[in-house]
């Protein structure tokens, strides 16, 4: 019971500093060209076919190397598309449900880099409720560099303990065992425990061959790193 108890604690203060660092970053509208604001404009109309014309003109600025983790409007822009429906409502009180925007939007986040890509990211391991948006964002984080933050890994914590285990949910299991393989958490991390003991639960439950297999190696990465 007491282990309970200190757990939740460790996944409150994790949720903590999580919104502590969110209202760090001011999300303002910052000022934008007449370009951007524009594409603001496009962002928050009802319409999903016009939201991910946007993500494409980002898309294409981050390809053609125009697209910054400090562009400010664009982090902006994909703030929005990243959390609308989930975090916000439309201007009617009615949600907005594009899943399909959201994980593009992660995708681009997880180019970008940066502090505040990175919090965007953090944020849609705790309250995103579509398996695929959450695996984009865990794809997106494994672009980061290490070692996972505390909020990452409480997050990790939260998809394995709403949607990996009890929804044996494959796709998110692979996503988020790959993350692990290739960011360990510290093993004076508060979570390390915890997650240990959940990969370890893959192999006693039906998932896919490559997902057990994968779960496995992780242990294995854990108790005998590479170059030890």
């Known amino acids: 019971m007491k282990v309970s108890i200190l757990f939740g604690c460790y996944i409150l203060l994790a949720s903590f500093l999580f919104s502590q660092d969110q209202g760090t970053l001011d ?12 594409l603001m404009k496009q962002a928050l109309l009802p319409n999903q076919s016009m939201k991910l014309q946007v993500l494409e003109e980002l898309e294409m600025r981050l390809r053609t190397g125009t697209l910054s983790s400090g562009d400010r409007p664009a982090l902006y822009i994909l703030k929005r598309l990243a959390e609308e429906g989930v975090t916000d409502r439309a201007p009617s009180g009615g ?5 399909e925007v959201r994980r593009k939007a992660a995708f681009l ?9 990175r919090s965007i990211l953090q944020g849609i391991l705790f309250q995103d409720p579509e398996p695929m948006v959450i695996a984009e964002a865990v794809h997106a984080l494994r ?8 909020e990452e890994s409480a997050g990790i914590v939260e998809i394995f303990s709403r949607h990996i ?4 949910e494959a796709n998110l299991a692979y996503a ?3 993350l692990l393989r290739e960011h360990p958490p510290n093993f004076d991390s508060p979570f390390s425990s915890e997650l240990f003991s959940f990969v370890l639960r893959i192999s006693d439950l039906p998932f896919p061959k490559e997902v057990r297999t994968l779960a ?4 294995q990465h854990w108790i005998q790193p590479v170059g030890n």
């Open 27 to 38: 999300w303002v509208v910052p000022s934008m060209n007449l370009g951007d604001f524009l």
């Open 95 to 99: 949600a907005r449900n594009f899943p």
């Open 109 to 117: 986040l997880g180019y970008l880099k940066g502090t505040e890509a």
């Open 143 to 150: 672009r980061q560099p290490p070692p996972l933050t505390l």
């Open 165 to 168: 285990l009890p929804k044996q």
């Open 176 to 178: 988020t065992l790959l």
């Open 216 to 219: 496995r190696e992780v242990i």
